[in-house]
């Protein structure tokens, strides 16, 4: 399987969910995200550029996935600069939402949560490039203390809110997988992904055009865990975008993921 080609990046993803107004208050008023069209028991959002990036699906009565198992660990929503980041934290500590976590990446600074069923999602902004280290040929990433207080203090972090910046994207994707070997043949030998970080305990992260990660692949809820129950909540599918890629479908039969391939006009992080 050939490289994919450098502007590759993730398009949008597929969420299953429980209930859909449920969910659309969550991610319209807390995250600012915009509601772009909506059929049936299904959604699409994005921002005021009108590019779908979360489509939210409706099951009633979807079992949770269970802890040890295959699946979504998260969803990353990429903000376009450190105010933005800033004004998302705000926006989470005025709606009262809880964080689960928070991070300095090294080549990123980071928000964790959960959404009304359970899933993970982050909200993050990229350092420039020209400061990321390097290892070799590979990305240096740590989870070091996120300065807070400076977050929320950023220059124009304090600007009315008005939802998610035109230009935030899907930034990439994190799975929980049973074994790294079998994830890596998938995803860099057959997906076309190539590793950009081995070093980080029990993951490994992957890209395309020298980003830091559009996937990551975890063992972290345990090594050959199974595949999540086929009618639970979570991550239906992602779509993999660029100007130059084949139309195409594969899945992930051991976390139940549908990775699409459609052409693209090759905005990515």
């Given at each position: 399987m050939a490289l994919l080609p450098g502007d590759a990046h993730i398009g949008a993803v597929t969420l299953r969910v429980r209930n859909l107004v449920r969910s659309l208050h969550f991610y319209r008023e807390v995250l600012g995200f915009r509601e772009l069209a909506r059929s049936g028991p299904s959604a699409s959002l994005g921002t005021a550029a009108g590019r779908t990036?979360?489509?939210?699906?409706?099951?009633?009565?979807?079992?949770?996935?269970?802890?040890r198992s295959a699946g979504l660990f998260h969803v990353a929503v990429l903000v376009p600069s450190r105010a933005a980041l800033g004004a998302s934290l705000r926006r989470l500590i005025e709606r009262e939402w809880p964080l689960s976590g928070v991070a300095d990446h090294l080549v990123s600074e980071a928000l964790y949560l959960d959404d009304p069923d359970g899933l993970g999602l982050e909200i993050y902004r990229d350092r420039p490039r020209d400061t990321w280290q390097r290892h070799g040929d590979e990305v240096v990433m740590a989870t070091d203390p996120l300065d807070i207080e400076g977050l929320v203090q950023e220059p124009g972090a304090d600007q009315p809110w008005n939802g998610l910046q035109p230009r935030t994207a899907i930034g990439?994707?994190?799975?929980?997988?049973?074994?790294?070997?079998?994830?890596?043949?998938?995803y860099c030998e057959g997906v076309g992904l190539t590793p950009t970080l081995r070093r980080y305990p029990g993951a490994l992260f992957v890209s395309a055009g020298?980003?830091?990660h559009h996937l990551g692949l975890n063992t972290w809820a345990g090594v050959g865990v199974p595949p999540p129950p086929a009618d639970a909540v979570g991550l239906r599918q992602f779509t993999i975008r660029s100007r130059s890629i084949v139309s195409r479908e594969e899945v992930d039969l051991a976390t139940g993921v549908t990775v699409v391939f459609a052409p693209g006009d090759g905005d990515r992080p």
């Amino acid at each position: 399987m050939a490289l994919l080609p450098g502007d590759a990046h993730i398009g949008a993803v597929t969420l299953r969910v429980r209930n859909l107004v449920r969910s659309l208050h969550f991610y319209r008023e807390v995250l600012g995200f915009r509601e772009l069209a909506r059929s049936g028991p299904s959604a699409s959002l994005g921002t005021a550029a009108g590019r779908t990036l979360v489509t939210l699906e409706e099951r009633p009565g979807a079992s949770s996935r269970p802890r040890r198992s295959a699946g979504l660990f998260h969803v990353a929503v990429l903000v376009p600069s450190r105010a933005a980041l800033g004004a998302s934290l705000r926006r989470l500590i005025e709606r009262e939402w809880p964080l689960s976590g928070v991070a300095d990446h090294l080549v990123s600074e980071a928000l964790y949560l959960d959404d009304p069923d359970g899933l993970g999602l982050e909200i993050y902004r990229d350092r420039p490039r020209d400061t990321w280290q390097r290892h070799g040929d590979e990305v240096v990433m740590a989870t070091d203390p996120l300065d807070i207080e400076g977050l929320v203090q950023e220059p124009g972090a304090d600007q009315p809110w008005n939802g998610l910046q035109p230009r935030t994207a899907i930034g990439h994707v994190h799975l929980q997988v049973p074994h790294l070997d079998a994830a890596e043949r998938f995803y860099c030998e057959g997906v076309g992904l190539t590793p950009t970080l081995r070093r980080y305990p029990g993951a490994l992260f992957v890209s395309a055009g020298g980003y830091h990660h559009h996937l990551g692949l975890n063992t972290w809820a345990g090594v050959g865990v199974p595949p999540p129950p086929a009618d639970a909540v979570g991550l239906r599918q992602f779509t993999i975008r660029s100007r130059s890629i084949v139309s195409r479908e594969e899945v992930d039969l051991a976390t139940g993921v549908t990775v699409v391939f459609a052409p693209g006009d090759g905005d990515r992080p």
